[in-house]
């Protein structure tokens, strides 16, 4: 496995959690996640399937480049302050999981605060650094 920073090993350790174990030597960081290979692909796809545990959609297109295009995407169910595992399988069998402070499957409030909290910070970013609007920092 790669050295993973401290975001993606709890990335890693939500994913043990629920019983979803990556193969060890497939690991590597992927921006705030990781990418993988499912140690058992049938069994993973059980677990991430428990409605009970899992919302499942396809919203997870942001990390399409890195997964070969989007299947699916499944999020844990947020309990109190613990985090929801986001877990996107692409169409060639990568697989990329990060953590997010909201489940947008969870219902309106927490649809809106991932968009506005999460999602557009990261567009806005982006956005910056491909106009070449980023300003040099001061002295």
């Keep these: 496995m790669h050295p993973l920073t401290g975001k993606q090993s ?5 994913l043990t959690q629920f019983g979803v174990v990556p193969v060890p030597d497939s690991v590597r960081g992927s921006g705030a996640g ?17 409605r009970n545990l899992f919302g499942q959609g396809r919203l ?5 480049r ?5 299947v699916t995407e499944y ?3 947020r309990t109190g302050e613990q985090y929801s595992l986001h ?6 069998g990568g697989v990329f ?8 499957y969870q219902g309106p409030a927490s649809l809106f605060l991932h968009g506005v909290l999460e999602l557009a910070p990261h567009l ?3 956005l910056v650094v491909r106009s070449g609007l980023r300003s040099e920092p001061r002295p």
Aim: net charge positive.
């Design 10 to 14: 709890e990335t890693l350790a939500a």
């Design 34 to 50: 990781i990418t993988f290979a499912f140690a058992s692909p049938r069994e993973a796809r059980q677990i991430l399937g428990d």
């Design 60 to 64: 997870g297109i942001l990390h399409s």
């Design 66 to 70: 890195v997964v070969g295009g989007v």
């Design 75 to 77: 999020r844990s169910y």
């Design 87 to 92: 877990v996107v399988i692409g169409r060639k």
């Design 97 to 104: 999981a990060d953590l997010d402070r909201f489940n947008p």
């Design 124 to 126: 806005a970013r982006r």
